[in-house]
């Protein structure tokens, strides 16, 4: 099922230490497990001593993390859930307060390369992108069955694709039916001018890719879900840190901390990545930390 070596090179793990971690033998809830890369740094900097609680929606990245994890403890308690679903999960392990609520956004390595997950343009595969592969919902329900209107908007909005959403949102509807990643990327190439296509960094295909991912799994809806129910688990003190990688999840997570009465906003500008990590992980350039405090 693996086909690459290394794991999911994990970001800022020494900022989200020092943001998150208020208590040695405190309650941390790791929503984004994803292969566990952020768990090991927590369970490492609090010697053992925390209780840690690992979430994921994605089975295949929960077997990575428990798997990895178990070399060095069988303390942690993996659950494949949502994290807007955080309220049933605590109250089922009967947990009342936690200190800290880390999440991760976006994708994981294991997603992004996985096989046959539909995530990447970089290999042809069935379109797809679920996080979670109990729904029933994919990337193929989008593409094929939403009107121009709304691709375009997501494709906007989502994908950041301000010039180009409307005449990729129309290539798609005159493409279909489209069934494969590689049948997707054909029509977002026929709506862009190749100038425009050169003329990118990143490949031409990335902004509409995240569009639809999103889309897929309700990303922004779930986030402000969950957000809404931290606080009434957090000890006085304890943390929410949030790692986003766009910039309208950072909107969200900014204007919640900002706005809600028992938290307190530790960070006015973001936690940006070191230009020494953005060297070695090109993945982190665009991640930012947002935190706040319960009060
Ligand atoms: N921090 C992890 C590490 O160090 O290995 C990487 C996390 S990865 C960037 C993001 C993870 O969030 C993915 O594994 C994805 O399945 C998970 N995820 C996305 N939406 C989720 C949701 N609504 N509930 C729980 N997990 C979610």
Not at 62 to 85: G, N, P
Not at 102 to 112: A, E, K, R, Y
Not at 170 to 186: K, W
Not at 227 to 247: A, D, M, Q, T, Y
Request: glycine share 6%.
């Amino acid at each position: 099922m693996r086909k690459y070596e290394d794991f999911h090179k994990s970001v800022m793990v020494n900022e989200v230490l020092e943001n998150l971690i208020t208590k040695e033998d405190g309650v941390y809830v790791d929503c984004t497990t994803g292969e566990g890369g952020h768990i090991k740094a927590i369970y490492e900097k609090t010697n053992g001593k925390a209780k840690i609680i690992g979430v994921d929606l994605d089975y295949e990245v929960l077997e990575i993390a428990e798997k990895r994890l178990k070399e060095i403890t069988d303390d942690i308690e993996f659950f494949k859930s949502s994290y807007r679903d955080i309220d049933i999960v605590l109250h089922g392990l009967g947990i009342e307060k936690v200190d800290g609520f880390l999440m991760d956004l976006g994708v994981s390595t294991f997603q992004l390369k996985g096989e046959n997950r539909g995530f990447t343009f970089m290999q042809d595969e069935p379109l797809d992108m679920r996080m979670d592969t109990d729904s029933d919902f994919t990337a193929w329900n989008v593409v094929n069955e939403y009107s121009e209107e709304q691709l375009s908007k997501i494709i906007f909005e989502y994908g950041e694709e301000f010039k180009f959403a409307r005449r990729i949102a129309r290539s798609i509807v005159n493409s279909r039916p489209i069934n494969t990643t590689f049948e997707l990327v054909d029509a977002i190439k026929k709506a862009l001018p190749p100038k425009e296509r050169y003329r990118r960094r990143r490949h031409f295909a990335t902004k509409t890719f995240q569009a639809i991912r999103i889309e897929v799994n309700g990303e922004f809806d779930n986030i402000r879900t969950a957000l809404e129910k931290f606080p009434e688990f957090l000890n006085e003190g304890g943390r929410i840190c949030v790692i986003s990688f766009h910039s309208l999840e950072d909107k969200i997570v900014k204007n919640f901390f900002r706005n809600h009465e028992k938290l307190k906003l530790l960070t006015k500008k973001p936690i940006l990545p070191t230009e020494e990590e953005i060297n070695e992980n090109p993945r982190a350039r665009s991640a930012r930390i947002r935190v706040a405090e319960r009060i």
